[in-house]
């Protein structure tokens, strides 16, 4: 996906004074989810519950500020509408950015952002998150890039070039592997939940700071609308079937959020990203399988608090 940066004069210093921001506001969040556990301690009340607390990384499916593909500027992405779910829903430190592909997602720089927001105790009321959510993998095959996985169309070729598509899942794949390492070193335990994205209609919608993504490619390669339909359904299909594969090892620690098939053909706004109520169906699809990992969403056991002298309520005189 295409940068949709509104004209910035310094996009990389944007982006980080933005994440620098969502960072200061989620400590302040999980600082009155610890003032409250504290309180309710402190009155000896039996409730230890808490919203899960969350990391997420990815790309615009998990950082859109667009509403389908205009006005008004408010984030509509799978994270926005998660926070709006359930009855207590999760707090999320969302490090996402939109045109993130997985390779700058698990880029030097953006390690080190990981490894410190992982490490920094006032993020994490347990010590770590209760789960690491991860968008990646789209912007490595769409965009300008999307012809190199086509074969022209002179009636003797399928469309997907498979083979060469297949080397550039193996660099997305490498991401993935890379986040589980980082994670196994710094956050061990900590599962991941990602998803597969689902089909969309490459038919050159596109907001007007951005895109298209698909159909330039399609045009370049002599490839209609329905076949290019079918050309990125088959290109989906590959994708998922390897990060379901990563999925299927215990070793990961991976969940795979089957998102394939979830949108009505009504739901997209454009080639890359669905109106706000087709993001929130996706959403609803994480909420379920953190849920199903989890437990219910407003079902997170608070990890006891040191008791404070001269606090709470004293022993019994007798």
């Excluded at 006005?71 to 509509?76: A, C, I, Y």
């Excluded at 359904?233 to 990961?252: G, I």
């Excluded at 169906?281 to 608090?305: H, M, N, R, T, Y």
């Amino acid at each position: 996906m295409d940068e949709l940066t509104f004209g910035l004069p310094d996009v990389e210093r944007q982006i980080d004074a933005d994440i620098e921001k969502r960072v200061a506001v989620h400590k302040a969040n999980v600082a009155r989810l610890q003032a409250a556990h504290e309180s309710t301690h402190t009155l000896s009340v039996s409730v230890r519950n808490r919203p899960l607390v969350l990391l997420a990384q990815g790309d615009s499916w998990f950082d859109y500020p667009l509403t389908g593909n205009g006005l008004p500027l408010v984030d509509t992405d799978v994270i926005a509408q998660l926070r709006r779910i359930g009855p207590m829903p999760p707090t999320i430190l969302n490090l996402a950015h939109r045109g993130d592909a997985a390779t700058e997602e698990m880029s030097l720089p953006k390690q080190e952002r990981l490894i410190a927001q992982l490490r920094a105790a006032s993020n994490w009321p347990n010590g770590k998150p209760d789960a690491i959510l991860f968008s990646a993998g789209s912007n490595d095959i769409a965009g300008n890039q999307f012809c190199i996985f086509l074969d022209f169309n002179d009636g003797r070729h399928p469309g997907l070039n498979k083979d060469r598509f297949e080397k550039a899942l193996g660099m997305v794949e490498a991401c993935y592997f890379s986040l589980f390492a980082l994670r196994d070193r710094i956050a061990p335990g900590v599962p991941i939940f990602g998803h597969c994205y689902d089909f969309p209609i490459p038919n050159g919608a596109h907001p007007p700071c951005a895109g298209p993504w698909l159909k330039p490619s399609l045009d370049f390669c002599n490839w209609s609308v329905a076949d290019g339909t079918t050309i990125v359904h088959d290109a989906l299909a590959a994708f998922r079937a390897m990060v379901k594969r990563l999925a299927d090892k215990p070793a990961n620690r991976f969940h795979l959020v089957d998102t394939q098939g979830t949108l009505a053909p009504a739901d997209w706004a454009n080639e890359l990203h669905p109106y706000p109520n087709g993001f929130r169906k996706i959403a609803q699809k994480f909420a379920d399988a953190l849920a199903a990992e989890l437990g219910p969403l407003s079902q997170v056991a608070l990890a006891e608090a040191p008791k404070t002298p001269g606090r709470g309520r004293g022993p019994k005189k007798g």
